[in-house]
């Protein structure tokens, strides 16, 4: 992968998280939420990595973390000096809360922020407190679209929306659920506007001053080098006023 010479590794430690600057435009604060995170909660017996949990009172901890201490705070104090029109946040999952368990009850999965849900929660509350300029968070990984509305406290419909998230699907990687099992988790997740496993793409952002416009991007095919590429959505934020709006 193309780096940065700043990024290149010094033995073990390789510092990924920048800012990139797109003029008086657009400010992006890059993110790393893999090194640095304290290990995921609420471990399944023999596994190191994500479990999938209901009743995990470890992952309420405030002291664990997905950027590390340092991470956090370089972002928070980028974020208070941005003179930027737009805030870009850009990181690697996620970041809305997702309840994976239709009906009562709630169900997490631990790799992503729902593992890590006091350190969100710092992040949004800031957000909502100082308000940066239009702030906007890019995610990925999960193979899927999703299009959130960010909120600190996702469980309590009066809580105020304080950002916008677009996460893009991979690109041939296939999503392991079936689009009718995602859609049955929106009513219980009000707060996304878009959840869609069903095709392989990417989203393609324009940026003015005025607005942010996000087309969700998809390939008819991967197996076919030529394959026909159509937009699944397009959604809008306006300057000034978080919350995608399909356009």
Same mark, same amino acid.
Request: hydrophobic share 35%; charged share 25%; proline share 7%.
């Given at each position: 992968?193309?780096? +940065?010479?700043?990024?290149?590794?010094?033995?073990?430690?390789?510092?990924? *998280?920048?800012?990139?600057?797109?003029?008086?435009?657009?400010?992006?604060?890059?993110?790393?939420?893999?090194?640095? +995170?304290?290990?995921?909660?609420?471990?399944?017996?023999?596994?190191?990595?994500?479990?999938?949990? @209901?009743?995990?009172?470890?992952?309420?901890?405030? +002291? #664990?973390?997905?950027?590390?201490?340092?991470?956090?705070?370089?972002?928070?104090?980028?974020?208070?000096?941005?003179?930027?029109?737009?805030?870009?946040?850009?990181?690697?999952?996620?970041?809305?809360?997702?309840?994976?368990?239709?009906?009562?009850?709630?169900?997490?999965?631990?790799?992503?922020?729902?593992? $890590?849900?006091?350190?969100?929660?710092?992040?949004?509350? $800031?957000?909502?407190?100082?308000?940066?300029?239009?702030? #906007?968070?890019?995610?990925?990984?999960?193979?899927?679209?999703?299009?959130?509305?960010?909120?600190?406290? *996702?469980?309590?419909?009066?809580?105020?929306?304080?950002?916008?998230?677009?996460?893009?699907?991979? #690109?041939?990687?296939? *999503?392991?659920?079936?689009? @009718?099992?995602?859609?049955?988790?929106?009513?219980?997740?009000?707060? #996304?506007?878009?959840?869609?496993?069903?095709?392989?793409?990417?989203?393609?952002?324009?940026?003015?001053?005025?607005?942010?416009?996000?087309?969700?991007?998809?390939?008819?095919?991967?197996?076919?080098?030529?394959?026909?590429?159509?937009?699944?959505?397009?959604?809008?934020?306006?300057?000034?006023?978080?919350?995608?709006?399909?356009?």
């Amino acid at each position: 992968m193309p780096l +940065r010479r700043q990024m290149v590794p010094n033995g073990p430690h390789m510092r990924l *998280f920048e800012h990139v600057a797109f003029g008086r435009l657009a400010q992006i604060h890059l993110l790393d939420d893999r090194q640095y +995170r304290s290990p995921q909660p609420c471990a399944a017996p023999g596994r190191g990595g994500a479990s999938t949990v @209901e009743d995990c009172q470890e992952r309420l901890d405030s +002291r #664990i973390t997905m950027l590390g201490d340092v991470q956090e705070r370089w972002l928070l104090s980028g974020l208070d000096r941005s003179t930027a029109r737009w805030n870009l946040i850009a990181q690697q999952t996620l970041m809305a809360q997702l309840d994976r368990k239709p009906g009562p009850g709630q169900q997490f999965w631990t790799d992503g922020w729902d593992g $890590y849900p006091a350190a969100r929660r710092r992040l949004l509350d $800031y957000l909502g407190q100082r308000k940066p300029a239009n702030p #906007i968070v890019f995610g990925g990984d999960v193979h899927s679209f999703w299009v959130t509305d960010l909120k600190p406290d *996702f469980d309590d419909p009066r809580s105020p929306v304080v950002a916008t998230e677009f996460v893009g699907t991979s #690109i041939t990687s296939q *999503f392991r659920r079936r689009q @009718e099992e995602l859609e049955a988790l929106l009513a219980d997740n009000p707060h #996304i506007r878009l959840g869609n496993g069903t095709r392989r793409g990417y989203v393609r952002v324009e940026i003015t001053r005025e607005r942010l416009r996000a087309d969700l991007r998809t390939v008819r095919s991967v197996t076919r080098p030529l394959a026909e590429v159509d937009t699944l959505a397009t959604f809008v934020v306006e300057d000034g006023r978080p919350g995608a709006v399909r356009a």
